[in-house]
């Protein structure tokens, strides 16, 4: 009997792995989507694989992943649910953190490294400066994850220490109003809600310049952050890409109502489909070269050079915009079905367009890439 129970006790403290997280995550994504954000419980989940330290700093307790191995956590959340993707991709969003001083680090990781970052940071709203830090009052938008935050930041103007790049001022989840307003088709269950503080103290030590210069000593934050943030979130449209192939591989013994052949045996589709697997396979070797050479490079403590910034922000804007297309041509070979709003290619099709029109991921950043590849400086503020 005491065997036994000792076996359960065994049984019961066995560790949730990535596995378990992903086959609930295929049981309540429709759950997720209905309410418009991915609750706590399940964030809960995600931390407990590790996905919140994986950007924490190891001297508080954090394990830094490689970023390609955390890009591609990414990448199989997102191809089981995009918004859940979206919302673990904010796991990364840790290395803007480092950019604190080392005793507001101290607090915040405190309780642990499994700390849930998210942030409203546009539009900047304007601030009253105090003796302390300043005075911040306003609405912001495009908080994703807000729901499951332990802390949340705003988006400030920048001042005379910061070189010109705005502030993020950090609140804890009961200093700030979250409005539930997220009314769209893309990334559904992001929870990418709007936050509203009013008239909240900020002391000027919980404020950081969003990409700015880190206090950590760590590999990780010697990594371009804004390309890091630029990359974790064409993972997602990544992994959606992946997803609306693996369905329409196994939809190609499908047959219409017009009695006309299953979709395999028709040369457009077998086309098609070999034409978007290697488009997809392409853009992802690109962007996994280019994360690992990077990362090489920082491990070696050699400084990043401009060439690799412009081809991190290229590989990744050019994942985006492939994923995307990839999926949108599924959904045309793969007939009349996928108009219904159910159709899983449709919720697909959705979710993939979000990320290239992501600030980080927009046409503008070939244009800073080609600059910056030519020996020019880049066209874009904060390329680098």
């Not at 956590?73 to 191809?79: C, H, L, P, W």
């Not at 849930?116 to 994850?145: C, I, N």
């Not at 005379?160 to 950090?170: N, Y």
């Not at 697909?348 to 890439?369: C, I, K, N, T, W």
């Amino acid at each position: 009997m005491a065997q036994a129970q000792e076996i359960q006790k065994e049984t019961a403290a066995a560790p949730l792995t990535l596995e378990d997280v992903l086959s609930e995550l295929a049981s309540r994504r429709g759950e997720f989507h209905e309410q418009s954000y991915v609750p706590r419980d399940f964030v809960d989940r995600l931390k407990q694989v590790g996905v919140y330290r994986s950007s924490a700093p190891r001297m508080f307790g954090g394990e830094p992943m490689a970023p390609a191995d955390f890009l591609e956590v990414v990448e199989r959340i997102s191809a089981v649910d995009g918004s859940t993707g979206w919302v673990a991709a904010f796991g990364s969003a840790l290395t803007y953190l480092a950019a604190l001083p080392l005793e507001t680090q101290a607090e915040l990781y405190a309780a642990g490294p499994d700390l849930v970052f998210a942030g409203g940071l546009f539009p900047v709203q304007p601030v009253t400066p105090t003796e302390r830090g300043f005075v911040v009052d306003g609405r912001w938008k495009f908080a994703s994850g807000c729901m499951g935050a332990d802390v949340l930041g705003v988006g400030i103007p920048s001042d005379g220490a910061s070189g010109g790049k705005p502030r993020t001022a950090l609140l804890r989840p009961e200093q700030v109003e979250i409005v539930q307003d997220w009314d769209v088709a893309g990334m559904r269950a992001s929870g990418s809600f709007d936050l509203v503080v009013k008239e909240v103290e900020v002391a000027r030590e919980w404020t950081f310049v969003r990409g700015g210069e880190p206090t950590v000593d760590e590999p990780l934050f010697r990594y371009p952050t804004i390309g890091y943030q630029a990359q974790v979130h064409a993972a997602v449209g990544l992994g959606v890409a992946q997803a609306a192939l693996d369905f329409a591989q196994q939809a190609g013994s499908r047959t219409g109502v017009t009695g006309a052949p299953p979709l395999a045996a028709r040369a457009y589709y077998r086309t098609s489909y070999a034409e978007s697997y290697a488009a997809l396979r392409s853009a992802r070797a690109f962007y996994y070269e280019v994360a690992e050479e990077v990362w090489s490079s920082v491990v070696a403590g050699d400084d990043v050079r401009p060439e690799q910034h412009a081809r991190i922000r290229l590989s990744a804007t050019y994942l985006a915009s492939t994923a995307a297309r990839i999926v949108a041509d599924l959904c045309t070979i793969s007939g009349t079905g996928t108009i219904a709003n159910q159709h899983p290619l449709q919720r697909l099709r959705r979710d993939a367009e979000v990320p290239q029109v992501h600030a980080f991921l927009g046409p503008s950043m070939y244009d800073a890439a080609g600059a910056v590849l030519l020996g020019q400086e880049p066209t874009v503020p904060g390329f680098m």
